[in-house]
């Protein structure tokens, strides 16, 4: 391949010469416009296929409904009469909020991504400029199927507020009065929130991402790179301020019922209440890497000659054909914040009181289920797939003089990623709970409460904080192997 005969896939890199009066800019060439001496570099590399994209997130996203719910029923009679209040409310309410913000895209499936071959850079020619003076060739740094990183700086803030009080009262008061009260409570009030922010996504599976290989006569680069594949891996997780739930539920419904003498009173309560204040925060998480993924850097052939050329061959300061990675578990990050505060109060009242020969009878029935959990993680890094490789590629070498520094290692496939917590993660719940059952029956009467409780209370915390990911199974990172055969001048001269 002649450089000077352009080919897809090969970017040549030019300097400008100097502009002199009268051209202000504009520049025609001719043949010796692609004079392969001007070229400062070849680039076939940096190409990405089935990436997921980058999440960036800077401010707020607050979700923060009130709901305040307050019924109140009675009745009042007078002597001689009779007083009946029947008050039943069935509420469902949801303030949950789902927010999620600054998450990397997940990588594809069964993508590839290869850079270029390069080859035959010497014309043979023997003149002077024939050779491609390029100062760096570079066929790797390619992409297939990563998670995208995933940014957020700060806010999300879930903030839900209720107050639901039904009060049932039934007063009679007088001769042979009667006075019933029954209340009866059926509520579902949803205050959970799911929030997520500054996640990486997960890599893909079955991608491949391959470094073109380099075969060179003579081109005087001062780099040679064909590594630097990435292929599965998942997306850095970067997280820096705040994310609060702080949802509060105050329930109190009270059910009072008075009679005078010689009147019955009766007052009857059921509660069936369930209450959701659980949370699940994620935050500065890494991505988890892909499986059966390969990446794999170029080969490097290279032959020193004089063959009429001033510098006698290639002498690159830098062959480097590693760094691949595949599969690997994306980096976590998190530097403060994560607060999960829930407050419940709830205080129903059952009184029944009676006059002189009545009777007074109170009954309470409570079931509750309230959650306050919540599960809390930041600064954790992805889990490594399985079955990926990350190869370097090999390095065959026949030169005049020597390399500064040769790299076909530093390869990972299927490590988990890093973790990094610095501050906060706060989960605070309260719950008061305090029924109370009164029936109170005057001389020569008969007073009696029942009160049945059946509670459930979770207020158990899950929380997270900079844990390293697992690392994969079956995979395979390995170096490039190295062939070298150096020359001295006098060989190759004769």
Do not use: C
């Amino acid at each position: 391949m002649k450089f000077w005969q352009m080919s897809d896939g090969i970017r040549l890199h030019h300097h400008e010469p100097d502009l002199h009066d009268g051209y202000h800019g504009h520049i025609e060439r001719g043949a010796a416009g692609l004079d392969p001496s001007l070229n400062s570099a070849i680039d076939t590399g940096d190409n990405s296929a089935g990436d997921g994209g980058y999440g960036f997130f800077s401010g707020a996203a607050v979700h923060a409904p009130v709901a305040i719910f307050n019924p109140v029923d009675a009745a009042r009679a007078g002597l001689g009469t009779k007083a009946d209040a029947y008050q039943s409310n069935v509420v469902h309410l949801d303030q949950h909020a789902v927010q999620i913000a600054g998450v990397g895209g997940n990588g594809g499936n069964d993508n590839t991504a290869a850079g270029g071959n390069v080859s035959d850079l010497y014309s043979g020619s023997g003149l002077g400029n024939d050779r491609l003076d390029s100062s760096m060739i570079q066929s790797g740094a390619n992409q297939a199927g990563n998670g995208g990183d995933g940014y957020f700086y700060g806010g999300i803030i879930h903030a839900s507020l209720l107050v639901y009080e039904p009060i049932n009262i039934a007063v009679s008061v007088g001769y042979g009065s009667s006075a019933h009260a029954e209340q009866t409570n059926n509520v579902n009030i949803n205050q959970s929130a799911v929030q997520i922010a500054g996640v990486g996504g997960n890599g893909g599976n079955g991608n491949t991402a391959s470094g073109g290989n380099v075969g060179s006569s003579s081109s005087g680069a001062d780099m040679i790179t064909t590594g630097g594949e990435s292929a599965g891996n998942g997306g850095g997780g970067h997280f820096f301020g705040s994310l609060v739930d702080a949802p509060v539920v105050i329930y109190h419904p009270i059910n009072i019922a008075i009679a005078s003498a010689g009147g019955t009173a009766e007052a009857t309560q059921s509660n069936t209440v369930e209450i959701d204040q659980s949370a699940i925060q994620i935050a500065g998480v890494g991505g988890n890497g892909g499986n059966g993924n390969a990446a794999s850097g170029g080969n490097v052939s290279t032959l020193g000659s004089t063959s009429g050329s001033t510098n006698g061959g290639i002498e690159p300061a830098l062959i480097h054909s590693g760094g691949s990675q595949a599969g690997n578990g994306g980096d976590g990050y998190s530097y403060g914040g994560l607060i999960h505060a829930s407050f419940a109060v709830y205080s129903p009242v059952n009184i029944a009181v009676a006059g002189y020969g009545s009777s007074a009878h109170a009954y309470q029935a409570n079931n509750v289920h309230l959650d306050q959990s919540s599960f809390q993680m930041a600064g954790v890094g992805g889990n490594g797939g399985d079955g990926n490789a990350a190869t370097g590629g090999d390095v065959f070498s026949v030169l005049r003089g020597s390399s500064d520094a040769i790299a076909t290692g530093s390869n990972g496939a299927g490590n988990g990623g890093s973790g990094h917590f610095s501050g906060n993660m706060i989960d605070v719940s309260v719950a008061i709970y305090a029924p109370i059952n009164i029936a109170i029956a005057g001389p020569n009467s008969t007073a009696e409460a029942d009160q049945i409780n059946n509670v459930l209370f979770d207020q158990s915390a899950v929380q997270l904080a900079g844990i390293g990911g697992h690392g994969g199974h079956s995979n395979l990172a390995m170096g490039g192997d190295v062939a070298m055969h150096l020359l001295s001048d006098l060989h190759l001269l004769g």
